[in-house]
């Protein structure tokens, strides 16, 4: 009768990334040379805070030929990033008749993967270039909110609009969630008009400032995000970052960097002697502008049309199975 196999032991999990982590644990030294497989149970740990859009039909035990410790898990189609897992092993011998002897189930450690790697949002906004469609002319940044929001600023912020901490919207990879604080703009102009639209979903007051207080050659634009919410609206974020401020120092080993004068989404550039702005026909672009902005850059007013609560984008979740902007199978 053959021996029985030790139990693994001292697991431990390191090189986590995205879509991959190393894993190496300890076991008796007779047992190295016995060991032809290895079995990973690998579970979502599934709390309020968790990506809900768990794939469907993938099992969580993954069988690998033994190898040298440590060894690399990788796979796009399991792991999420950005999400807590747990994570067990166990040690097995293929014997002569397909069957394995197995050792018992380690003891279980919990890791967190990490949020996407430039090359990740590499994907995404090549993915996003592809449906960039035309660039049209525009002239102000825009943002709506309410008439509370704006007496606020005025009143205890000296006048200022003050940066704030993005909250969780679109792909649930983005290393800009709940990490970089700055203020949000829209660009977006109406094709008949050339203007901003008059609807918003976030509120009737709009201040605008003119697009070359924030968007100029001492402008660093970083590409963040690109997702949709189950709509047939595809929504590309982009950061705004003064040179050498600490929103650019953020953004610098995080988001791939634009060119701001030739790019598929938002351009400044120099015709005629002038700054010229165009932005994406075929997106709603979201711009995060990193520093505190000054209510006297611009002017502010009531917009005459209706609030749009359904295409308000806090906290939104990425649509998962959409093939246009999602990546490698990832689900948001």
């Given at each position: 009768m053959e021996m029985l196999l030790?139990?693994?032991?001292?697991?431990?999990?390191?090189?986590?990334?995205?879509?991959?982590?190393?894993?190496s644990w300890a076991m008796e030294g007779s047992d190295l040379e016995r060991v032809t497989h290895y079995f990973i149970d690998l579970n979502k740990k599934e709390n309020k805070n968790s990506n809900k859009f768990k794939h469907r039909?993938?099992?969580?035990?993954?069988?690998?030929?033994?190898?040298?410790?440590?060894?690399?898990v990788r796979g796009h189609w399991f792991l999420s990033p950005r999400t807590e897992y747990?994570?067990?092993?166990?040690?097995?011998?293929?014997?002569?008749?397909?069957?394995?002897?197995?050792?018992?189930?380690?003891?279980?450690?919990?890791?967190c993967t990490g949020d996407y790697a430039k090359e990740h949002l590499a994907q995404l906004q090549e993915k996003a270039e592809q449906i960039a469609g035309r660039m049209l002319r525009f002239s102000v940044f825009y943002r709506n909110q309410h008439k509370e929001y704006f007496q606020h600023a005025r009143t205890h912020c000296g006048?200022?609009?003050?940066?704030?901490?993005?909250?969780?919207?679109?792909?649930?990879?983005?290393?800009?969630s709940g990490m970089l604080h700055g203020v949000f703009f829209s660009c977006n102009t109406e094709f008949n008009t050339g203007q901003p639209p008059q609807d918003s979903p976030y509120g009737r007051w709009?201040?605008?400032?003119?697009?070359?207080?924030?968007?100029?050659?001492?402008?660093?634009?970083?590409?963040?995000?690109?997702?949709?919410?189950?709509?047939a609206y595809h929504y590309a974020i982009l950061v705004l970052a003064p040179k050498g401020s600490q929103g650019d120092r953020f953004c610098r080993d995080r988001l791939p960097l634009l060119d701001i004068a030739c790019n598929k989404f938002l351009t400044c550039s120099v015709e005629d002697g002038e700054l010229i702005f165009r932005h994406a026909q075929d997106l709603i672009l979201?711009?995060?502008?990193?520093?505190?902005?000054?209510?006297?850059?611009?002017?502010?007013?009531?917009?005459?049309g209706h609030q749009l609560m359904s295409l308000s984008t806090a906290d939104a979740k990425k649509d998962p199975s959409c093939k246009t902007c999602n990546i490698r199978d990832f689900a948001a």
């Open positions: 030790s139990t693994p032991h001292s697991i431990e999990i390191n090189n986590i990334t995205c879509d991959s982590f190393r894993i039909d993938v099992p969580t035990k993954l069988v690998a030929k033994a190898v040298p410790l440590p060894m690399t747990s994570v067990a092993v166990q040690t097995a011998v293929k014997q002569s008749d397909g069957e394995y002897l197995v050792s018992g189930w380690s003891e279980t450690v919990e890791f006048n200022m609009l003050q940066p704030y901490l993005k909250d969780n919207s679109g792909s649930h990879g983005s290393p800009t709009r201040f605008q400032i003119p697009a070359q207080r924030l968007f100029n050659p001492s402008t660093n634009l970083y590409f963040a995000d690109f997702y949709c919410m189950y709509t979201e711009l995060i502008y990193t520093e505190p902005v000054d209510l006297s850059l611009g002017t502010l007013g009531e917009i005459s």
